[in-house]
């Protein structure tokens, strides 16, 4: 079977090319995911019962947290794989990748019993009010069963940039979630399964996308590999995957934790404050998951650049990312600001949670002009396999910094708006934080004079 090595364009293609073609995929997955988001919303908001939207608002921290594992060996696996391929060592690509695919799967069963195991004290932590909590036992006992294949898909729809499939990554993005889209108003309105046919919905889309990757893989055709003969603990691989994943999913995971701590913060103002919320963040993510999308996808590209020590390139990759993204995230943060009333009328009815959604949506958009800097900063730093700066930004941004700033405004604040703005403020000290950060990596990283860049050619069998 010929495999398909697409990784000279990484070395070879004009930078405006290869920026492109691995963001305009990313951007395309981005927005899937995003459909996906708002659809359950969407979908469930034409019940035309709130608690349901609050419901699935509350308990989505915890599907965002086995996200978050998936992208421990995601992210990690990226970021080293794609070094890996710079410094032209395929053998070690194949066991890092076959050691990322065997114990995500693992990390994914275990969290699907933990999740029926512990129902009850979940249901606790997340704030599942009496008047939600029956909906959000429903929802997450049935999203259980996806939560090995939430894992393995969100491992591999990142793995697969690393060879140069950011296409056949975006294909698997857009089976999986047009595929929940569909099924929503079928399960959620047709047959009236309420939150279960939302949970049910996304269960299949996480089957079908997983399948897909992992079919690719069977197939023979990629470079890499998830056999168990290519499985390795040698070489520094777990200890060198978790330096850069584990930040990047304790950011994640973080943000779920924050999540779940301003939902109780909200809590006082009621159910329909919480229904608000969720709604607005929603809404902010049009503009959030595009410029993760740019983030996500040029950090292969700079991750073989940094392997192959062609520092001229990276830098070069890195400049054309940001005037792109910086323009992206003006023209965004305009749609979501201006679009906002239209936005949240599409998924609550109930007048005092519209009044709120539409005034949170345009607190959280205020950090929209410098979230696409954010993010690229975030995967050029662990682009570079930068394992401290990864460190510090990831648990800074919704733990050190967002978390005290909610807490003192709380103190303060007589208003939900004002503890919603802690997330802006938050998002401008982490830019600031994550350029600083990204500075020592890069000094650290690339001695100060030109590295000579290793050959274009192809990899070593």
Known sequence: MKKEMNTDLFATGSV??????????????????????????????????????AAVSVATPVFLIFMALGMLFGIGGTSLISRTLGGNNLAKAKNISSFCFWVSAGVGVFGMFFIWVAMDWLCQVI?????????????????????????????????????????????????????????DPIMILTLEWNVAGAAIATVIGN??????????????????????????????IPMDVFAIGVPASLNSMLMSVSNIVINKVMFVYGDMAIAALGVAMKVNMIAVMLLIGVGTGIQPVLGYCYGAGNRARFMAVLKFSMVFVIGLSLVMSAICYFGASGLVQAFLEDDAALDLGMKFTRVLIISGPILGILFV???????????????????????????????????????????????????????????????FAYRSRFPKRQLEPVSSGLLEK
């Open 16 to 53: 405006a090319k290869v920026v492109l073609t691995n963001v305009v995929p990313s951007i395309i997955s981005m927005i899937m995911v995003l459909v996906y988001n708002l659809a359950d919303t969407f979908f469930i908001g034409r019940t035309h019962n709130d608690f349901m939207v």
């Open 127 to 183: 704030g599942a009010s009496a008047d939600t909590i029956g909906y959000v036992r429903e929802y997450l006992g049935i999203l259980a069963f996806g939560i090995p294949f939430l894992v393995i898909s969100n491992v591999f729809s990142n793995i697969l940039r690393t060879e140069g499939q950011a296409n056949r990554a975006m294909i698997g993005m857009i089976l999986g979630n047009m595929l929940n889209v569909v099924l």
């Open 207 to 236: 089957v079908v996308a997983a399948v897909y990757y992992l079919a690719y893989y069977i197939s023979g055709k990629s470079m890499l590999s998830i056999k168990l003969k290519d499985f390795s603990c040698s070489n520094r």
């Open 377 to 439: 900063l975030i995967n050029t730093i662990q682009a570079l396999g930068a394992a401290l700066p990864s460190l510090v930004l990831s648990v800074s941004r919704q733990g050190l910094i967002y978390l005290p700033l909610l807490f003192i405004l709380q103190a303060f604040a007589d208003s939900p708006e004002m503890i919603v703005a802690v997330q802006p403020l938050t998002d401008y000290l982490a830019t600031l934080l994550a350029f600083i950060l990204f500075v």
